[in-house]
């Protein structure tokens, strides 16, 4: 029985199968089980890429700076990472979600479900562990950064809450921005930092090469005609240099007042007056004057004089009484003076026996020794009124075409050295009083020096793009002094030519095959437009030059001329596919300005720290995002 039993052979499928029956379903329901862990791992690995990637944006770039991490980056991480993976999403169990802030900045994070299986649960396994890791890093790719920054006479003021001035405030935003930037900054990374500081001129003339200026040029000046006038003026006698040494002395007090004495005209073609008839209070008051030294003489120029000069001191006791003629009241005044010391020079002012006759007119001069003869500031190239600003003709506006290369030999192409010294405005008195006229004119008299006055001041020399480190980037810095008065448009030109990629400077802006670059702009300022018709800019002087506006016949104001060039200006820096940021600090930006940068572009900043929060806005918008793998 055994042997037949042996050579029996049915029924040997069935037990083949019941045996392989196990390993069949080990094999399908892992494969199930695994394409839903597979599933899971991958909807996980995007939910912790989500979670770092908002943390890390809400992190934002100033942390390299201050140390300070806002207290819902965790929030916002966390959040990002729920709604990509929702808690029991496709069954799982024991979500978790961890994240870390490395040493540089950058947030890691660990996430974590449990799969519960469902065939694979007959073999023992009930769960499969899932597990992703994710790092964002916050990365600037090659960058160039040009900050035209607003330095006149306004910015040494303080904004109030703010201990710095604007100025001082400034320059440390721009240190903690140079901060985030560098401290994110991707291996092999070129980042390269230009600076413009800008207000009636700017000091661009370190930057340009010989051949881009002209040889002579006409200043609104004047010339010694070589004729002498007798002078028929006399000699007068006035105060100077009065330094207060000790003791006190009240401010003038009314005590009383009446109504004044009407004196009528003498004649029909005179005006009558008013005046204080009556008799003052008997005063206390003594002046003793005493001279501190012996007279000595000095030469005038202008007015040509002799002037005699003798030292003296005062000092003052007693009460004080005078007049004060107000419309038709007078009013009766008084002043205690306590030992109140003063010293001073007294001078007695002789004109000279002949004045110069002067001829005041355009004066060419040669300025090939520019360089060693200015301070780097200059004057724009041809332009013209413009009529229509939404058809502007740059074969004539030369100014704002800021892409062209000047033709050697071609003046209406190439830049003028300012030449501060030389200028003297007609027919304006050095007073201020006067009216503008064009026309030559021969006289004696002294006419305003304005090129000189606070107003023309030239700034700070602008820097072409380049790399910086903490170190040169303070030294620039230092460079910078509030003074002068606001100039918008001139700005924006030489800042989009030191930073376009196709004008003046394409050798060392311009991409490269295969390497481009991010290009921004933030233009700063902490003022409204404020030209003076006779201050010496990068247009001459504007009563006289006339180049771009006419103070007799155009129907624009010079201000709206200045923000309508500026506006021209601003297109064309973003047509080289230029961002253009508008920062406004301790001021209001207008529609002109606002419309420049576009929407998201601009910002408003009260004190120093709202300033800094734009800054770091406009730091974290430059900067690229990615997942580290």
């Known amino acids: 029985m055994l042997r037949q ?131 964002s890093i916050l990365n600037f790719s090659d960058l160039d950064v040009m900050m035209v920054v607003d330095v006149t006479g306004s910015m040494r003021w303080a904004n109030p809450g703010d201990t710095l001035s604007r100025l001082d405030s400034v320059k440390q935003v721009i240190r903690n921005f140079h901060a985030q930037i560098e401290s994110a900054k991707a291996p092999g990374t070129e980042i390269r930092y230009g600076f413009v500081p800008y207000a009636t001129n700017v000091n661009v003339g370190g930057l340009l090469q010989d051949d881009w200026m002209v040889d002579s040029w006409a200043y609104q000046s004047r010339e010694d005609t070589g004729v002498r006038i007798p002078n028929t003026n006399v000699a007068r006698t006035y105060q100077r240099n009065v330094v207060h040494v000790s003791g006190t002395i009240s401010t003038w007090a009314t005590i009383s007042s009446y109504t004044a004495t009407w004196n009528p005209p003498p004649t029909a073609d005179q005006s009558g007056w008013y005046s204080c008839d009556r008799a003052l209070p008997t005063g206390t008051g003594t002046t003793t004057t005493t001279a501190t030294g012996p007279m000595y003489v000095e030469t005038q120029a202008s007015p040509a004089a002799v002037l005699q000069v003798t030292p003296y001191q005062s000092r003052q006791n007693g009460t004080t009484y005078r007049h004060s003629l107000s419309g038709s009241t007078c009013r009766v005044q008084q002043a205690n003076a306590s030992n109140y010391v003063t010293r001073y020079e007294l001078v007695r002012e002789i004109p000279s026996f002949d004045r110069i006759l002067w001829r005041y007119a355009p004066i060419t001069r040669e300025v090939s020794n520019w360089r060693s003869e200015t301070t780097g500031c200059i004057e724009e190239r041809d332009t013209y009124e413009i009529d229509d600003y939404d058809n502007v003709d740059f074969s004539r506006a030369l100014d704002l075409d800021i892409d062209l290369v000047p033709t050697p030999g071609n003046l209406a192409t190439q830049w003028r050295p300012r030449y501060p010294s030389a200028i003297r405005v007609r027919r304006i008195l050095m007073n201020g009083s006067g009216d503008f006229n064009p026309a030559e004119y021969r006289t004696t008299d002294e006419y305003a020096d304005t090129g000189t006055w606070w107003f023309s001041d030239c700034p700070a020399p602008a820097q072409r793009l380049q790399e910086m480190d903490a170190s040169q980037l303070d030294t620039y810095l230092a460079t910078l002094r509030p003074y002068g008065a606001t100039y918008h448009d001139i700005g924006m030109i030489w800042g989009g030519r ?74 064309q820096v973003k047509n080289r596919n230029i961002t253009v940021w508008v920062v406004a600090f301790g001021t209001s930006l207008n529609p002109i300005m606002t419309e420049c940068a576009g929407p998201g572009h601009y910002f408003e900043a009260r004190n120093s720290a709202e300033l800094s929060a734009a800054f770091a806005t406009i730091a974290r918008s430059m900067s690229e995002l990615r997942i580290n793998n």
């Open 5 to 135: 039993l042996l050579r029996d052979h049915k029924g040997n499928a069935m037990a083949i199968m019941a045996a392989s029956l196990f390993p069949l379903l080990a094999l399908v329901g892992g494969g199930v089980d695994m394409g839903r862990g597979y599933l899971a791992q991958s909807r996980l690995q995007q939910a912790c890429d989500a979670g770092v990637l908002a943390a890390r944006h809400r992190l934002g770039s100033s942390v390299a700076v201050d140390g300070v991490v806002p207290s819902n980056v965790a929030a916002t991480g966390q959040r990002f990472f729920n709604v990509n993976f929702r808690d029991g999403a496709y069954g799982t169990e024991n979500r978790q979600f961890e994240m870390t802030l490395e040493s540089n900045y950058a947030i890691s994070g660990q996430a974590s479900v449990d799969v519960p299986t469902t065939i694979m649960q007959v073999f023992g396994y009930s769960t499969m562990p899932v597990e992703v890791s994710c790092e």
């Open 498 to 571: 030191l930073l376009s990629p196709t004008g003046i400077f394409a050798a060392e802006n311009a991409d490269t095959e295969g390497h481009t670059r991010s290009r921004n702009m933030i233009w700063l300022t902490d003022g409204q437009t404020e030209p003076y018709d006779l201050a010496y800019g990068v247009y001459g002087v504007d009563g006289l030059d006339q180049r771009r506006w006419d103070p007799d016949s155009s129907s624009l104001t010079l201000t709206q001329t200045i923000e309508h060039r500026f506006a021209v200006a601003c297109e």
